[in-house]
């Protein structure tokens, strides 16, 4: 696939990112209604911008706020170096909403001296400054850069399990609570249906004080309130242009969650969002990903608005109604699977806007509702979020990643032909089904696997995939072209689990991340168990090492064996054996490997990281009414950053 000529998807570039632009093929295409829904349904996923920023960190505010006042109004010469390299600190603030890594979740540090740093807050406009009453410039420059260079709070997420990760955690999900007294103070919490648990804790901060631990609930008239009230009021105005009554009660239901932050109205939302596939614009909206809470009970909010792909879904609606299928064949012990697969919805969608934990650091997949028991009883929503896989992939092409890593050119060759279909269907194959298969046994508790569960979850996703995808069944169901087309996925896989996904490490540490984890835990595990036959090898050729597949058909019973054992784990709640299956596999880096695939890729200058700015959505109003909603893609990244710190912030 060529790059495309007219359409420039890298706008910008800083430290370890790359800022890319999506395009919204079909936009003109739908009704004027669903463009009204769209435009409102935007405006509320713009407008939990600062409760994630607030959720990551309880001084993230104060610092953007800082930021933008720098940036809007500084006074001295905007060239010179040290104003450079505030501007990279300033947009790495941005993207990762807070001062804390988007990814590795580490502090990180301005380039630019602390005193050159004050310097700037002391020449811009200080009436712009989040400043509290009387406080003097010096008083609140000492205040703001104490905060961002102090060697304190050095993680914003700590998986550390020999230590109290929440106390070790510099997110804001706690304050002055212990892992113990979480776990206390949860266990307290009432659960009227064990069958059906609530999410309890999930849209709450846990405060300590005065010996005192009480929930802070994130609803109108509670926490975050002055944001939940303006994502409330666009949700109002979205409502009378819901495709469907279900949708438009959907919407109610959100609406007075988001008022009384009842539990059980989250429940009945996903319920009836779930179940409602007709409709064409869809969102996500609400306190969602726990990935953010070292527990994994706290959800950091979070929006998309989109609208199905037509032709794409056809795809993954392929998939989905052969779900049975896929779950009878599976690797597996056959008391782990469900005898009937319910509800698995694919699709494939088209981003029209991204916010909170979305923003600018965006997924490619969502598979929602996240509580098991509405997936068991009442399905889950998986989509492939095609526009933004396909900007990565444009953005790709050229970068040099193939030529350094690949061994050789029949792999490249095969990575060309097929490597973006392969992964897009990779993607469907984690999403659609992996994700949704197997189950627990009774009784079995599902928070039983604690801070190992988010990998082990997603390496049985990806195994479900990887199995799946070299299946004869896939090509007999024309999802893949023919018999080679799965092994430019292998091939990628295990050069991404076992060498490329490094290059977002830095040398020395170790790996933290779910899904870095999962992926090296399959490529490691793999590599082990063919060692005697040598199904996977890592040759060095010149100094460089890579890795070869030597046996397509013997690597995929070696993922059909670690699928069913990590389904063994995850339906009998095997502590043990998955956190020994992490540890060994998932942790650790081979130091020596690490700093020559660091060398390799730092002559290749490419950003490790990538996210996105939203296209621009304007009402066109002819006397008083909107007649059209039309898109603009040519706002920049810093100033769509200070729009929406203007326009959107509310806290
Ligand atoms: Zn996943």
């Not at 060498?499 to 830095?506: C, D, G, V």
């Amino acid at each position: 696939m060529e790059a495309e000529k007219d359409f420039e998807y890298v706008i910008d570039r800083f430290a370890d990112i790359k800022i890319m632009r999506y395009k919204v093929p079909d936009f003109e295409n739908i009704t004027l209604n669903q463009k009204i829904f769209i435009y409102y349904l935007s405006q509320a996923a713009l407008c939990g911008r600062d409760i994630l920023c607030d959720q990551f960190y309880r001084h993230n505010l104060l610092v953007r706020h800082t930021i933008d006042a720098i940036v809007n109004s500084y006074g001295g010469n905007r060239e010179s170096g040290d104003f450079k390299q505030f501007m990279t600190y300033a947009k790495r603030v941005w993207f990762s909403n807070g001062i804390h890594h988007h990814y590795s979740c580490d502090k990180f540090f301005p380039e630019i001296g602390e005193e050159a740093f004050k310097q700037l807050i002391i020449n811009s406009d200080f009436e712009q400054m989040p400043k509290a009453a009387g406080e003097s410039v010096t008083d609140f420059a000492n205040r703001v850069t104490d905060i961002i260079y102090s060697k304190t709070d050095l993680k914003r997420v700590s998986l550390d399990s020999s230590g109290d990760v929440v106390k070790a955690s510099a997110n804001n999900f706690y304050s002055g609570v212990s892992q113990a007294e979480v776990e206390a103070y949860n266990a307290t919490l009432p659960q009227p249906d064990p069958e059906r648990p609530l999410s309890n804790g999930l849209n709450s901060r846990l405060v300590k004080t005065d010996g005192r631990i009480t929930e802070e609930t994130y609803r109108v008239g509670g926490k975050y309130s002055a944001a939940i009230e303006q994502i409330v009021s666009w949700l109002e105005k979205a409502a009378p242009y819901a495709e469907t009554d279900q949708q438009r009660e959907c919407i109610g239901k959100l609406i007075d969650y988001y008022r009384t932050g009842d539990l059980r109205l989250w429940d009945e939302y996903n319920i009836l969002w779930v179940s409602d596939n007709r409709p064409r614009v869809d969102f996500v909206n609400g306190f969602v990903e726990v990935y953010g809470d070292p527990l994994g009970i706290k959800g950091t909010w979070e929006a998309l608005v989109n609208f199905k792909d037509l032709t794409a879904t056809h795809r993954t609606e392929t998939i989905s109604g052969n779900a049975q299928w896929f779950e009878d064949h599976a690797p597996i012990d056959s008391r782990f699977k469900k005898s009937s697969v319910k509800g698995v919805t694919a699709k494939v969608i088209t981003a029209v806007q991204l916010g909170g934990d979305c923003y600018p650091s965006t997924p490619i997949g969502i598979n929602l509702p996240n509580a098991d028991w509405i997936r068991k009883e009442h399905g889950s929503k998986s989509v492939t979020i095609e526009n933004i896989t396909y900007a990565y992939h444009q953005a790709s092409l050229g970068s040099g990643m193939l030529d350094e890593f690949c061994n050789n050119d029949a792999e490249r060759t095969r990575s060309r032909k097929y490597g973006y279909q392969s992964s897009n269907l990779h993607t469907d194959l984690h999403e659609c089904l992996g994700h949704g298969s197997g189950q627990l046994l009774p009784g079995t508790n599902p928070d039983a696997l604690k801070n190992y569960s988010s990998t082990l979850e997603e390496a049985r996703a990806d195994l479900f995939a990887l199995y799946y995808i070299a299946d004869p069944k896939i090509v007999e169901l024309g999802l893949l072209p023919d018999n080679e087309a799965f092994k430019a996925e292998y091939d990628s896989y295990i050069r991404n689990g076992l060498m490329t996904q490094l290059t977002r490490i830095e040398l020395g540490k170790d790996l933290e991340e779910s899904h870095m984890r999962n992926r090296q835990l399959i490529a490691r595990w793999a590599l082990e168990h063919g060692k005697a036959d040598k199904v996977i090898e890592m040759p060095v050729i010149d100094d460089k090492t890579y890795t070869v597949i030597n046996d397509y058909t013997r690597l995929r019973q070696l993922f059909a064996a670690l699928l069913a054992e990590i389904q063994r784990i995850k339906s009998e709640g095997d502590f043990e054996a998955g956190k020994n299956l992490v540890e060994t596999y998932a942790v650790k880096i081979d130091r020596q490997l690490h700093a020559e695939v660091l060398e390799r890729f730092k002559k290749l200058n490419i950003a490790p990281y990538g996210g996105f700015v939203n296209p621009v959505l304007k009402p066109v109003v002819e006397n008083g009414e909107i007649t059209d909603i039309t898109i603009d893609y040519t706002e920049s990244y810093t100033e769509q950053m200070l729009r929406y710190g203007r326009k959107f912030g509310f806290l």
